[in-house]
């Protein structure tokens, strides 16, 4: 079974997707769409301002059921498993909207004569469009942090012979802390790199301290601190509000929400 306050944490900052201007100019473009070329059978039952509000209704209610599925999702299944996300998420989609897009076609049968298809054909409509709208977001290069398998050798991951590439940083570090980088935290004109060897401070701007850890995969979790990938071993999460990145050395990073989008792209979040 999900945790409550995990699942309630997640699909708090989906939501915030759900709300946004890019989110509602697409459903806008939508319901344009579905207006103008009525489909499933929606031109020629229903009249024109019947069949917009049918639509609105219906897009609206879509995207806020689709990103409290894909919120559910990440819960059961977590984003390293492309596959296995999209195939829950579309068959969790089916199983709950199609319902929910029939009882809304009862509602504008009995109030204004309008037809609707029967269940089972929207069963098959919903499960169509539902594989297409999470395989071209899969796709679609910066929207979800993974790839398939098959597409992407090691979706996410750094190619072996960049990670081998040692970051220039390491040349400033002494031979007691020289080691894997986990990460970089910047205090007054100074930062504190943490390896897997120990802790060292350098008067060193933080931006160019990251800049020196190329090509090492990392993020900015906060306007002080700087990540790399691999150290990240756990989540903590107080609410929706308060993240914290937890390293293999037992560091918590704070995320504020400034760098939250990025580390959820990345799929760390």
Same mark, same amino acid.
């Given at each position: 079974?999900?945790?409550?306050?995990?699942?309630? $944490?997640?699909?708090?900052?989906?939501?915030?997707?759900?709300?946004?201007?890019?989110? &509602?100019?697409?459903?806008?473009?939508?319901?344009?769409?579905? /207006?103008?070329?009525?489909?499933?059978?929606?031109?020629?039952?229903?009249?024109?301002?019947?069949?917009?509000?049918?639509? %609105?209704?219906?897009? $609206?209610?879509?995207?806020?059921?689709?990103?409290? /599925?894909?919120?559910?999702?990440?819960?059961?299944?977590?984003?390293?498993?492309?596959?296995?996300?999209?195939?829950?998420?579309?068959?969790?989609?089916?199983?709950?909207?199609?319902?929910?897009?029939?009882? %809304?076609?009862?509602?504008?049968?009995?109030? &204004?004569? &309008?037809?609707?298809?029967?269940?089972?054909?929207?069963?098959?409509?919903?499960?169509?469009?539902?594989?297409?709208?999470?395989?071209?977001?899969?796709?679609?290069?910066?929207?979800?942090?993974?790839?398939?398998?098959?597409?992407?050798?090691? &979706?996410? $991951?750094?190619?072996?012979?960049?990670?081998?590439?040692?970051?220039?940083?390491?040349?400033?570090?002494?031979?007691?802390?020289?080691?894997?980088?986990?990460?970089?935290?910047?205090?007054?004109?100074?930062?504190?790199?943490?390896?897997?060897?120990?802790?060292?401070?350098?008067?060193?701007?933080?931006?160019?301290?990251?800049?020196?850890?190329?090509?090492?995969?990392?993020?900015?979790?906060?306007? $002080?601190?700087?990540?790399?990938?691999?150290?990240?071993?756990?989540?903590?999460?107080?609410?929706?509000?308060? %993240?914290?990145?937890?390293?293999?050395?037992?560091?918590?990073?704070? /995320?504020?929400?400034?760098?939250?989008?990025?580390?959820?792209?990345?799929?760390?979040?």
């Amino acid at each position: 079974m999900p945790d409550h306050k995990e699942f309630k $944490s997640i699909l708090s900052e989906n939501m915030t997707h759900a709300f946004s201007r890019a989110t &509602a100019l697409v459903c806008m473009v939508a319901i344009a769409i579905a /207006v103008i070329g009525g489909p499933f059978g929606t031109f020629e039952t229903m009249t024109t301002p019947l069949r917009t509000l049918f639509w %609105i209704v219906i897009i $609206s209610v879509s995207v806020l059921i689709g990103y409290s /599925v894909r919120a559910l999702t990440m819960v059961l299944v977590g984003q390293d498993k492309p596959l296995a996300f999209d195939v829950t998420a579309i068959l969790l989609m089916t199983l709950i909207f199609a319902p929910t897009v029939w009882l %809304i076609g009862q509602v504008f049968d009995r109030a &204004a004569g &309008a037809t609707v298809p029967p269940l089972n054909s929207i069963y098959l409509y919903v499960f169509v469009v539902s594989l297409g709208v999470f395989v071209v977001r899969r796709l679609t290069p910066g929207i979800e942090p993974y790839n398939y398998a098959f597409l992407s050798d090691e &979706a996410g $991951s750094l190619p072996a012979e960049a990670e081998q590439i040692e970051p220039r940083l390491m040349r400033r570090l002494s031979t007691e802390t020289q080691g894997t980088v986990l990460r970089l935290s910047g205090r007054d004109h100074h930062v504190e790199i943490a390896t897997d060897k120990g802790i060292q401070t350098l008067r060193l701007r933080l931006a160019d301290a990251i800049h020196e850890m190329e090509p090492i995969e990392g993020y900015c979790a906060h306007r $002080s601190h700087w990540v790399a990938r691999t150290a990240v071993v756990d989540i903590e999460r107080d609410g929706s509000h308060k %993240i914290w990145l937890i390293l293999k050395n037992g560091d918590r990073v704070p /995320v504020s929400r400034k760098y939250r989008a990025g580390l959820e792209h990345a799929g760390i979040l």
